[in-house]
């Protein structure tokens, strides 16, 4: 299997547009982690998305494009902890770690096999160290005193409103720390932002950046959206398991 030639090729066009340089070695494993990807997906349910020209954008090129935002570029660059909060069959946590090596990444997501899946890709890829698999919902990892506000960066892509987002993140990053959403369209995260000021407010956060694009082949328009941690956030956040998504704070 591997990426094909030209799908590898606009693959690197599109990332270098990022900012983003992609040597033979980062492009082998992206290469890999498709095959791999496309391998355990035929035995459990990874991703709905399996084409690899589909792959190579909604998945690989997409959960790298938080890049857009140069204040997260740097912290990535700079080796910091980051938190893939519902990271799933990893992203965007995977691309970040083979782009950024010195990154230390935490996966964390509620479903265990998604996790064993994750710790599997990182050791073939031969980029585990400094990463760690962690089997919590958010709203219990938020109160533990290991994780609570330890993280420079926390993003997330594909789970759930801002608002309840917000509430799942924020108590996870330091002060003077960010938080990622990778959002869909303009228009669905404007109204989305609308909803959660008042979460925002209450949890901590200040927006501080936004922008929106289209990714490559006319694959949607997505927006990303960075939250800066300006004071700590009170003890009662995150709130008991379910109540975030089922009464988000408003
Ligand atoms: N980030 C991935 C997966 C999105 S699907 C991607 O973009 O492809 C949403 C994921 O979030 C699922 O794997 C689900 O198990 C996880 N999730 C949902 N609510 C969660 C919570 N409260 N705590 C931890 N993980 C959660």
Same mark, same amino acid.
């Given at each position: 299997?591997?990426?094909?030639?030209? #799908?590898?090729?606009?693959?690197?066009?599109?990332?270098? &547009?990022?900012?983003?340089?992609?040597?033979?070695?980062?492009?082998?494993?992206?290469?890999?982690?498709?095959?791999?990807?496309?391998?355990?997906?035929? #035995?459990?349910?990874? $991703?709905? +998305?399996?084409?690899?020209? *589909?792959?190579?954008?909604?998945?690989?090129?997409?959960?790298?494009?938080?890049?857009?935002?140069?204040?997260?570029?740097?912290?990535?660059?700079?080796?910091?902890?980051?938190?893939?909060?519902?990271?799933?069959?990893?992203?965007?946590?995977?691309?970040?770690?083979?782009?950024?090596?010195?990154?230390? +990444? $935490?996966?964390?997501?509620? #479903?265990?096999?998604?996790? $064993?899946?994750?710790?599997?890709?990182?050791?073939?890829?031969?980029?585990?160290?400094?990463?760690?698999?962690?089997?919590?919902?958010?709203?219990?990892?938020?109160?533990?005193?290991? =994780?609570?506000?330890?993280?420079?960066?926390?993003?997330?892509?594909?789970?759930?409103?801002? &608002?309840?987002?917000?509430?799942?993140?924020?108590?996870?990053?330091?002060?003077?720390?960010?938080?990622?959403?990778?959002?869909?369209?303009?228009?669905?995260?404007?109204?989305? +932002?609308? =909803?959660?000021?008042?979460?925002? =407010?209450?949890?901590?956060?200040?927006?501080?950046?936004?922008?929106?694009?289209?990714?490559?082949?006319?694959?949607? *328009?997505?927006?990303? #959206?960075?939250?800066?941690?300006?004071? &700590?956030?009170?003890?009662?956040?995150?709130?008991?398991?379910?109540?975030?998504?089922?009464?988000?704070?408003?």
């Amino acid at each position: 299997m591997a990426l094909s030639a030209p #799908v590898l090729a606009e693959f690197k066009t599109n990332i270098e &547009s990022l900012g983003l340089p992609a040597d033979e070695d980062v492009l082998q494993k992206f290469s890999q982690l498709f095959d791999l990807l496309i391998a355990k997906n035929e #035995v459990m349910n990874l $991703t709905a +998305i399996t084409d690899e020209k *589909e792959v190579a954008i909604k998945h690989f090129y997409d959960s790298l494009t938080l890049v857009k935002d140069r204040k997260v570029m740097e912290l990535l660059q700079s080796g910091c902890r980051v938190c893939d909060l519902g990271t799933g069959a990893g992203f965007p946590g995977i691309p970040i770690k083979i782009m950024f090596p010195k990154a230390e +990444i $935490t996966f964390v997501d509620s #479903v265990q096999k998604k996790l $064993t899946y994750i710790d599997e890709i990182l050791t073939a890829l031969g980029i585990h160290e400094g990463c760690t698999i962690c089997h919590s919902r958010a709203e219990d990892l938020g109160h533990d005193p290991d =994780s609570r506000e330890t993280f420079a960066l926390v993003t997330s892509r594909a789970v759930a409103n801002l &608002s309840t987002l917000s509430e799942y993140c924020l108590p996870l990053v330091k002060v003077g720390g960010y938080f990622t959403a990778m959002k869909g369209d303009k228009v669905q995260t404007e109204s989305e +932002i609308t =909803s959660a000021q008042k979460a925002l =407010s209450l949890l901590g956060g200040k927006l501080v950046f936004q922008q929106s694009f289209d990714l490559p082949e006319e694959m949607g *328009e997505r927006t990303i #959206v960075t939250v800066r941690k300006i004071k &700590s956030t009170p003890k009662k956040f995150p709130r008991k398991a379910g109540l975030p998504s089922k009464e988000p704070l408003k």
